[in-house]
């Protein structure tokens, strides 16, 4: 008996053989003549679709059964490699293809869509038939393949600029990854080729993934170099269809069924890396911010502080909602799992935003300056245009040396901007001083209206010029994208029109980042209040009611922050604040807050303070009998005259009277 012991336990530690194919199938088998009937049966693997141990008369009734399959509580190494790759890519994306205008925003949009869609295909099957062999692991890699491939044509995808060999690339790599689904799937076919039922929704899927690669395939070849295409748009609809009819699939069989798999856990899974990488994209800001002098000040401590604090509320609020409710009933798994697709679209626009208004907090702060340079009209009386000049020089070169400036004109163009300081007569100083001109420069001296058009010109050249230094050295340079748009103002340079140019082009980018960030985090939160009503399994109350409708609110009014769009004036004035990332902070504290507040406890605590002031005790505070500890513990009773909260310990009646316990948003009840 204790050999026997010995070699079962030797069998069970010996290590799995890796076999060429191997079956995604379970069956229970009885070894009730082996083994007894105390041991009952036992789920036992099937390798290569059948199990020689059976005996021939079972095998016409599995003709006519549904197979079962492993199934897994938590993601496999395999599937939690190929999310680490998919949140990798993306991160790629951001750094290659960063958002500086209307067009990269919509590339960057219909990028992460084929990108999450791919994802998707390849979890739908990891989730239900997953395995460890030498055909999984091939699979696999070309499957690590297909997003390697998104990784090489990312630097320049732009369905709005396309380049002919990027486009065919990327309907290529669309192409090889659907065909390999469908010979993942055709495995599987192959494996519970005896069990008939099963056979159908089988066939359906490998059908879907076939079509739709042969799709791709033809797609290809209508890029050319003649002209733009818009045939990039079938990648969307095509996409986007065999993730509703691969859901819909789902309903047909138990054997296509997601119902029972870890597929939300998968979700969640992601959810977090995308968290995780918004968190490395906050590290590289304040990498770029220690890199440049005056880095840490008050302000930017608080700003580090809050983009951490923030990151770290969304994640907390995420799973609280969540709890332990990774399996639901079939409808509302599929709705909860298809609403992750505009969940994670928002929640990486929001990361992205919101990442970068710690960079741009950061210019506004030093912005200030470049606008403290030495002003030309300090004691003008006895300043010649000469020491005019000397003196902005002195303060423009200080500037430059913490701030060096990229753009190879602006030497030239702060120069001729210098310069300009000294065709100005050396009388108008005093007489700008003195205020003797009168408002109407029509009967000012003769050249006044002349030397002071061309100060101003020559003090906002010099300005601009040193913000976009400044731009520049926090990592944002849009010469490249301006130069390629607009390539004869690259030749205003002695005037100054180029740098205006591009100065004007940075500000509408980060206009564009405030509000795209906005919204994005406005659909985050309202989005995340949906994912929590589908995923609740238990009744509403009034206060969850109330605290979601609030909730709610707070999102709709995060996303219309963004309408300051429409006031360049007032907008202008917010952007040059620090508070942009802040005020984002606080509508997620509120929420965490609201999250755990209990709106029972709230309830019984100001009818216990409306019963102090009537005179009346608290009931379980003076009435509580001083029984020793020792007695509590052991259930001791007085007698009958101490029942409900007057027979309980002064712990006890402390812990009901916050309300003892949690609800599933981890209230207390």
């Not at 302000?299 to 399996?327: C, E, H, N």
């Not at 906005?518 to 589908?534: E, F, S």
Request: charged letters at 20%; a positive charge.
């Amino acid at each position: 008996m204790l050999e026997d012991d010995f070699d079962r336990q030797h069998h069970q530690h010996q290590h799995k053989k890796l076999r060429i194919f191997s079956s995604p199938l379970v069956r229970r088998t009885s070894r009730l003549s082996q083994r007894g009937p105390a041991h009952g049966g036992s789920w036992r693997r099937i390798e290569d679709g059948h199990d020689e141990s059976n005996s021939e008369h079972h095998r016409h009734d599995q003709d006519y059964d549904l197979p079962q399959f492993q199934r897994y509580e938590e993601p496999t190494l395999l599937e939690i490699f190929y999310d680490l790759f998919f949140a990798a890519n993306y991160n790629v994306f951001n750094d290659t293809q960063q958002v500086t205008g209307q067009t990269k925003f919509k590339a960057s949009v219909g990028y992460f869509c084929l990108l999450w869609l791919t994802w998707f295909q390849v979890a739908l099957f990891d989730v239900r038939y997953v395995t460890d062999s030498l055909f999984a692991r091939a699979t696999r890699a070309i499957q690590l393949g297909v997003l390697v491939g998104f990784v090489v044509v990312a630097p320049k995808f732009n369905p709005k600029d396309q380049d002919l060999d990027t486009m065919r690339a990327m309907s290529l790599i669309l192409c090889f990854s659907r065909a390999c689904l469908a010979v993942e799937y055709a495995s599987t076919l192959w494996h519970v080729r005896r069990y008939k039922k099963a056979h159908l929704p089988l066939y359906l899927q490998i059908g879907l993934h076939a079509a739709a690669s042969a799709v791709y395939l033809g797609v290809t070849f209508r890029f050319t170099s003649e002209k733009q295409s818009r045939v990039y748009m079938t990648w969307y609809f095509i996409a986007g269809g065999e993730a509703i009819l691969s859901l819909l699939l789902s309903n047909l069989s138990s054997v296509a069924s997601l119902t029972k798999t870890h597929l939300m856990k998968r979700m969640t899974l992601l959810t977090v890396m995308i968290m995780g990488e918004g968190i490395q994209q906050l590290a590289k800001e304040v990498v770029t911010i220690v890199k440049n002098p005056t880095a840490w000040d008050p302000t930017t401590i608080g700003l580090v502080t809050a983009g951490t604090t923030t990151i770290y509320l969304v994640f907390l609020v995420y799973f609280d909602w969540l709890r332990d409710s990774f399996y639901l009933p079939r409808l509302r798994q599929q709705l909860w799992t298809s609403l992750h697709l505009p969940f994670h679209l928002a929640l990486v626009l929001f990361m992205q935003g919101f990442t970068q208004y710690l960079l741009w907090s950061k210019i506004t702060v030093q912005a200030e300056r470049a606008l403290s340079i030495a002003d030309p009209f300090d004691d003008a009386k006895e300043m010649t245009s000469l020491k005019v000049r000397d003196s902005m020089n002195a303060s423009v070169q200080a500037f430059f040396q913490d701030y060096p400036p990229k753009i190879l004109s602006t030497v030239e163009t702060v120069n001729q901007a210098l310069n300009n300081f000294t065709t100005i007569s050396n009388s108008f100083w005093p007489l700008l001083v003195n205020g003797t001109v009168p408002s109407d420069l029509s009967s000012a001296p003769p050249g006044y209206e002349a030397d002071l058009a061309t100060t101003n010109d020559a003090f906002v050249t010099l300005i601009i010029a040193m913000y976009n230094a400044l731009f520049a050295a926090f990592g944002i340079n849009l010469e490249e994208d301006v130069s390629h748009k607009y390539p004869t103002a690259a030749k205003e340079v002695k005037d100054g029109g180029y740098q205006v140019l591009i100065y004007s082009k940075t500000w509408q980018r980060y206009n564009l980042v405030f509000a795209y960030g906005y919204i994005a985090a406005g659909c985050t939160i309202v989005l995340m209040v949906l994912l929590t009503i589908i995923a609740r399994t238990t009744p509403f109350k009034p206060w969850p009611i109330a605290r979601l409708a609030i909730i709610l609110l707070l999102g709709l009014g995060t996303g219309l922050v963004a309408t300051l769009w429409y006031d360049k004036e007032k907008l202008d004035v917010f952007l040059g604040t620090p508070w942009v990332l802040p005020t984002i902070t606080f509508v997620w504290a509120a929420i965490f807050i609201l999250t755990h507040l209990n709106g029972q406890g709230i309830k019984r605590n100001r009818d216990r303070l409306r019963r102090r002031k009537a005179g009346g005790s608290l009931r379980g505070e003076a009435d509580v009998a001083m029984t020793p500890s020792s007695q509590w513990s052991h259930g001791h009773k007085e007698s009958t005259a101490y029942r409900g909260s007057e027979a309980q310990s002064p712990s006890q009646a402390l812990y009901h009277s916050v309300g003892g316990g949690r609800n599933e948003y981890g209230d207390r009840k």
